[in-house]
Structures are given as C-alpha cells and as structure tokens.
C-alpha cells in the first residue's frame, strides 16, 4: 500500500483534466493522432519554438510546435517526456509539410502521445478549445459535488443518519465508505464489498492518523487495486471515515470533507460541564442517594421521562433520537431482560427491557414528538423526586405503544382505567357483551349505574319495576355471570364504559 497526507481539501474541486480524446473529437479542428493513447489527461496547452522546453513545462500539458528549432527529434522527445508533459502536438507548415518521421519515431518509442494540427487549425483555436472542454467538465464536477452536498444533507436528516450519510457517500463516489471506531474497528459501513486486500490496506491507512494529537486529518494511498483515503472526524472520540474507490476525482476530496462534517456532528456527544454535573447527580441516584440530596442539582424541572425501542443499531441511534428530542441525557444500557426476572411482583409489567433507551428531557425541552424508526413511551412530567415513578410510567407507556403499533403513548393520569388500552379494553368489550341486545344493555348500564336499585331503574328507563327485573335476569344468564357478585359488576361497568367510549 502506497500512502500520502494530502492537505485540506478546497472548498471547490479544481478544474478536472480532459482526455486527449476528447479534443480529438472536435472535428472543425482536425486534429489526428500518429501514435500514442488517446486517454492521457491534459491540463492545459503550452506552446513553445525552444530546442529544449524542459526548463518551462510544468507536467500534463499538450506541448505545441512547428520544429522551428528541432535539429534532434530524439533528444527533443526525451526531455519532453522527462519533463512529464501529456501529449505533444506537432503543426504542419510552414517549417514542415509533414511530421517528421524521426519524431514520430521517438515518440512510440517513449510512449508519447503525438497529435498532427493541419495547417488551417492555429494553436490559439487548440488551446480555446482546450479550455472550453475544461470550464465544461469543470461546471459537471460542480453540479456533481453540489448535488452529492445535497444528497448528504438529506441523508442527515434522516431517521437512521449515520448509516444514511455513508450510503449517500458510497453511492455518490461509486465505492465503499466505512466509519472506524478509535480501536480500528469498523462501527458503520456502506456500499459495495471491496476485496480482502483493500480493506485490510484501508485499515492500514486509518491507523496511519490514529488518535495522536496534531495529526494529520487526513491519507490517501492505493491498495488491492482501489484508490484508498481516511479522513479524521472531529469530536475527540477518535472514529475515522475510510473510503476506497476505483478512481478518483478532483471534487471527491469536496464531497468527502462534507461527509465528515456531518458525521463528526452526528456522532459528537455535546457534553458541556453542566450535563456532566448532572450525569453524576443521575448516578448518584441511581446509586441509592435519596432524592432530595440530588435534587438542587438536576433543577426543579418538571422532568419527563421518555423510554424508546427501535433506531437502526448503530452506536450513534441513541445520541441521534436524545438530539432530535433536545436532551443529552440518555442511558442506553439497561441490562435487563425481556421476562422480567428479578423484579418485584407487580413490577414486571413497567420494567424496562433489554434494548430500551431511556431519556431525561429537561423543562427546557420541547414536547415529546413521534420520531422516525422509534417507539416511544412518555411519563407525565415529574420533580426530582419523583423521577422513579416518572420511570415506571414510561415504560407503561412504551408497552401500550408497542401493542397499539402507534409511534408515541402518553402515560395517561386516570386511575385504573388509564392502566388499560383503550383499544384493547374497547374489544374486550364487545366480546364480553356481544350476547346482549341493545335494550339489555342500556338496562344493564342504568342498573349498575344505579347500584342496583330495581325502583330507581325503573323510574329511570321507564319500565315496570317486574320488567327490570326480567331483563337483568336475563343478562345474568346470557353473560354467565353473577350479578351480586361486586367483581363482576365493576367488570361489567369498565367494559360498559369502554364499549361506548
């Protein structure tokens, strides 16, 4: 593996090189190629009549002459070639009728490319023409990298963004774009697999930055046949951007700069010293400190407590979805289980599972809202003191989220009832009292209403006393039920509510 340590990438990609070919392809100026590739990269056009121009070309250019001075075509070709220039390109006229076969001769002979201008074609119209291709290719790179910046921004905004950035990354560059952890793991990865080779040399180039400080921010290098950079995220935690590409192109340097940009503010953690002051005070509670020892801390709030399932699995989903709902508050490691084991009787049911994400979102926080690829429960806000109850609530309310397959649930304050889904004790109620009429029912629901009192519900319905009786009779049998039983009349009376609710 090959490895160098470019400097930052400019803000605008610089004008990318045209291939000889297509400055053949222009037919008003008929140019023609003797010998040589039609697929150097030319830079820009140079004209010179010196013996030897080595001392005034600066590499990649198309070298214009008319031999006004060419005594030794060999010589000539060799210094040209030494001092790296693209392609040469010979006028016929009024030195020469012809290219001279010595030179063309020297030129196979070094790979050098060799174009014959006509003599209608000056070479101010070869170099006009030169710059023309290059402003166009220079605005398609633009547009290029103006339209990846975009995809890039929309890929931010996206419910799983650090994935959703290096997909855009890989895509637009036509390659593989791997996040590293500090320890040279890869935490994220997208695009097309690349050869065992190429990753291991792209790893070798991520460790060539590595963690130490005034660094380099950035490598490029070659590997298993690809074309290789890593590129440094800010933040301090040390995690680095590799890309391996088949080629690369002038405004990829541009492209890949706004994806660190992005990535370094998805995966930062903006801990400032007053959140570490109330981190601690959070563990210290958590630790068993009594609450109003910590309270003077954490602020008077309210407080609202949020429990969360879902995101894309990535390290960085948690600190995405604390961002987005305004909090840097945010515990990721639970540790307990799904089945509950361990908790007290009764207690099971709010436990929070294995996978949950739990968040703390001051007053200053804006109301809990629905977030893409999430589940979430939300407390009722609480003080300090009451952010264990806060706690179990939001896992309540996760749970009926979860079951109703709504995005968001609210703990809702209203007794025993409000521990119930609506939808679910909704068709628990019909089924509970599908065998009644519509008249039984309405009965039933006076009855109770009532406590039973036959005289009541009669004067209230406007039935015979007898009637009242025949027709909670028949409920009783029809429900299975008993009716004196004071547990099956609150049952009755939720489902009553429930089923008209």
Known sequence: MTTTTPSEPASTPPAPPVPLAALLARRDLGLRLLTGSEDVPLHWVHTSEMADPYPYLLGGELLMTAGVLLTDPAHYVSRVVEAGAAALGFGVTPVYDTVPAELVE???????????????????????????????????ELRRVTEAQQSLATAAARPAPVPAVLGALASRLGGRAVLFGADGTESAAAGRVVPAEAARA???????????????????????GLRLAAYALGGGDGLTLGVATERRDP?????????????????????????????????RLLLGAAPEEVADVLGAGPWTVVHARGGDGTPFAAAALAAALGTPLVDTGTGATDSGAGVAPGAAEAAPRAGTVRLLLPASAPDPAPQPGWTLGVAAPAGARDLAGADTEAARALRRAEAARTPLARHRPAGFAGLVDPAEAAAYARTLLAPLTEPLTETLRVWLSLH??????????????????????RCAALLDRDLDDPDVRMELWFALGSASG
């Open 106 to 140: 020297a030129c196979a002979r070094h790979g050098l490319p060799l174009v014959e201008v006509p003599p209608k074609t000056p070479f101010t119209a070869v170099a006009r023409a030169l710059w023309r291709l290059m402003a166009e290719a220079r605005l398609h």
């Open 202 to 224: 792209l790893r070798e180039l991520v460790g060539v930055l590595g963690p130490r400080p005034g660094g380099p921010a950035s490598a490029s290098g070659d590997g298993g």
């Open 251 to 283: 405004g990829d340097h541009t492209i890949a700069g706004v994806a660190v940009v992005l990535l370094s503010l998805l995966t930062a953690p903006h801990r400032g010293a007053d959140v570490t002051v109330r981190d601690g005070a959070l563990v």
């Open 452 to 473: 039973g009192s036959w005289d009541r519900t009669a004067v209230a319905t406007g039935l015979h006393r007898n009637t009242v009786r025949q027709r909670i009779a």
